[in-house]
């Protein structure tokens, strides 16, 4: 997709691609950050109106708080159709062991769909493997699947940071000052210890 502005318009786009093609749509690698700050921006107009005084301020207030529960509903349909999508890939990838194209899914979703597709294979060779063998089934310890959506830290870089990776193997930026980004809590507060951002 490359560079798309997140408005209600291109979110809404967006889950309209998402409902009518069978493959998984491609994102940008800073999808969940852009729409983060898209939230915030609408959350700050949100609380700029409140704070007026006027004949107009309940109508806007109306609008805009109308907006941002439609961009939830959006936000929460595209999401749940892309896990389906990601939930059978992983069962396909179990099933047959066919190489499956993860280039499309955003960083989290690879580890989302690593995770299920681990947790699979788990159950179809403990359970289905070991009858096949005539075996009682035998059952491993299944892998917890882990939210990164936890422990990060939305900053707002005051000074330019160019491209770089992370201690969890991911690649970051490069990211320009003003720039918004969610990031895992040690990238963050050592973007803030070395004065390159602010903790938002």
Request: aromatic share 10%; hydrophobic share 35%; no cysteine.
């Amino acid at each position: 997709m490359g560079d798309v502005i997140i408005t209600y318009e291109t979110l809404y786009e967006l889950l309209m691609r998402e409902k009518s093609r069978a493959e998984i749509q491609k994102l940008d690698n800073d999808f969940f950050n852009d729409v983060i700050k898209y939230i915030k921006d609408k959350k700050d107009i949100l609380d700029s109106q409140k704070s007026k005084e006027n004949v107009f301020a309940a109508k806007e207030i109306e609008r805009t708080t109308k907006q941002l529960e439609s961009i939830y509903r959006i936000l929460k349909e595209l999401y749940e159709k892309r896990e389906n999508k990601i939930f059978t890939l992983a069962l396909l990838n179990s099933r047959n062991q066919s190489k499956i194209d993860t280039s499309l899914l955003l960083a989290e979703e690879l580890k989302f769909y690593e995770n299920i597709k681990d947790n699979l294979n788990i159950y179809r060779k403990g359970i289905l493997g070991n009858i096949l063998e005539g075996k009682f089934p035998v059952l491993k310890e299944p892998k917890v699947i882990k939210s990164d959506f936890k422990n990060k830290i939305l900053i707002r870089f005051i000074n330019s940071v160019p491209k770089f990776i992370g201690s969890n193997g991911f690649t970051y930026g490069p990211y320009e000052e003003e720039d918004i980004a969610n990031l895992p809590e040690d990238i963050a507060k050592l973007m803030i210890e070395k004065g390159r951002a602010e903790e938002i």
